[in-house]
DNA sequence: GTTTAGCACTCGAAAGAAAAGAGTGCTAAA
DNA sequence: TTTAGCACTCTTTTCTTTCGAGTGCTAAAC
């Protein structure tokens, strides 16, 4: 059954105003918005509570949106807001000044310290990524540097050492053996096939070809890892509903602790929100969680998501977000050079 | 003055009691203890009142440590403890399984789940170091890798492209230009002579060339940057002294935004201590904050915090710390290949 | 001279009581 | 369908009271 027009309104009314009071709203307050008189929407809230969209946290108490109700909100009677030039201006330079040459890692704090509430960044993992190139540079008697590029066209190096002593030859040979061998396999294949080598090999010379396929293997796992990173936790003891200590202390060890666990929703738009119960996580309850994704570049996408109560300001941070989110893939799109963008090499 | 053996006695009972109950502790639990009687413990109280080493929040409660008394009981009474077994284990297994390959930025996670307080880790930052070598490896017809050695045998690289077409002799150019003009220099004289050679150049070539002194010049810087990382800051919300939420909140943002302030003491010892009132910085005054630093090789040396309430178990924290930061500088000594120990490249 | 028993006193914390106030649900009239 | 009116419910706030741990001081005991 669709809601009347007016119930909407008032939904709505009381969703806002619950929002930036934190406070039970009641009916007088909206009698005076709507002008009509309080009994009238005395009679509203009633049904709307039976209908599921709002409750009362005591006989006494003025009415505060249900989950059920922040969800048809969102849905359908949030304003869709976008950034103030302002705000644009703001997001802007953050991202100007602070990612520069920066970790992607941070873009987590960017967002925390643009909507003020704790954030999460979580960098895709590319498990399909390869090893595209072997280099090794001879630094002395018994040293060289190796040199792995992936196939997606970043590089590492190292700086190996053996008790074996390399000449340019030799060390040519290891790089052919590499290159022939060792790329364009995922990380089970190297193993796979480092093994198959071990007796064809004069034992010195495989301790050295393992130590350096292991380095490289090393590189593609931390390039499959999907590392999270939260931040701006304190924010939430700023909020009403976080004056308790102990449940700020669950939502920031969860933060802290658990946050593999924060949600990562195969996305299909561009923002994602979901509602307290909504939140598979037990200790995410009653949080929100809005969720961006950016794109990296070489069809990665990179994720960033904001949590806080459910009393959330949604149409800000779904503002700030999306902004903040499709600046970044402008950032990546614009083509910065790779160098630039990787992160903490 | 020498305070009386009874008095030490009494002081070192009274901060020991006060580190683990957090209530202000009364004349008749010590009278107890010693043998002798409340009033004997009361006039003792008194006079370590007027000494300063004790204080009593109001005319009828018992009495809590100054800063002072704290002082005298880490310089004298303290029982220098060392890590039992299971602890020594404990940590060594942390140690072990967490910091396998991993950052050393992580070293503050770690110490702050041994020690259950909030911890901060200071990676040294390297202002000498310079770049001992540059190679670079043809990919394309555009393209080339840029490998930068520097001084403490750490190799970075990064894929660079440039319009212009770079042959192998061009490259080797390039490189014996930067190999004779740009190695073992300061980033200001890198700069410097960079600015010198702008035209004597081609522009194009110049171009490159800039980009790559560029790239080794954010390589030494980011070495020379203190980063400092900070984590478990939650652990505060488990205190007596933090159940208020704004004290919290205060110690959380400064954790959070002003880390940068933490106390990175110009060592002599191997931890040092500093109580409430003796941290310079404001938002400190009420906390005390044990350091230890440890060494990573080649000179350099890392550096541990944690910090905690003026009530803090130094002697468990001072114990615990120590014997994590030798582990780890055994850890380095051991001679780790650098692969392994760098962070995060 | 030091220690101890005794006792009145202080002050915060906890418990209880009372008042205030915001908001409700229901009924009956407009 | 809306609204005014009113009794009722609960929380919040405030004020008092009580309780008790701990003190400081004095005078006696060791």
Same mark, same amino acid.
């Given at each position: 059954m669709e809601l009347s027009e007016r119930k909407k309104q008032i939904l709505k009314a009381v969703v806002e105003h619950y929002i930036d009071s934190a406070e039970p709203v009641g009916s007088k307050l909206l009698a005076q918005e709507l002008g009509v008189s309080s009994a009238t929407v005395r009679n509203e809230f009633a049904e709307l509570c039976d209908l599921g969209y709002l409750e009362q946290p005591h006989t006494s108490a003025g009415r505060v949106p249900s989950p059920q109700g922040y969800r048809l909100y969102v849905n359908?009677?949030?304003?869709h807001r976008s950034v103030s030039a302002e705000e644009a201006e703001g997001i802007d330079e953050t991202l100007r000044s602070k990612l520069m040459g920066g970790a992607i890692t941070n873009a987590g704090q960017l967002v925390s310290s643009i909507v003020h509430y704790p954030a999460y960044s979580v960098t895709a993992g590319n498990a399909g990524l390869t090893v595209e190139r072997f280099e090794l540079i001879p630094v002395d008697a018994t040293g060289f540097i190796t040199v792995v590029m992936t196939d997606d066209k970043n590089v590492k190096s190292q700086l190996q050492s053996s008790a074996l002593q390399f000449d340019a030859e030799r060390l040519s040979d290891l790089k052919n053996l590499l290159n022939t061998h060792f790329t364009h396999k995922s990380r089970a294949e190297m193993s796979e096939h480092l093994m198959s080598v071990s007796d064809q090999l004069p034992p010195e010379l495989f301790l050295v070809l393992s130590k350096t396929v292991e380095y490289a293997a090393g590189i593609l796992d931390a390039a499959s890892r999907r590392d999270v990173v939260t931040t701006g936790?304190? =924010?939430? !003891?700023?909020?009403p509903e976080y004056r308790d200590v102990d449940k700020a202390h669950e939502l920031m060890t969860f933060l802290a602790?658990?946050? =593999?666990? !924060?949600p990562v929703p195969e996305?299909?738009?561009?923002v994602q929100i979901l509602i307290g119960p909504e939140n598979v996580d037990h200790a995410l309850r009653d949080t929100s969680v809005v969720v961006a994704s950016y794109d990296i570049g070489d069809g990665m996408r990179g994720l960033i998501g904001v949590v806080g109560p459910?009393?959330?300001?949604y149409a800000t941070v779904t503002a700030r977000l999306s902004y903040f989110a499709e600046s970044l893939t402008k950032m990546f799109g614009k083509g910065l050079p790779p160098g630039q963008i990787e992160d903490n090499t």
């Open positions: 359908e009677l949030m304003e936790a304190s =924010e939430i !003891l700023k909020m602790d658990n946050k =593999e666990q !924060l996305g299909d738009g561009p459910t009393r959330m300001d």
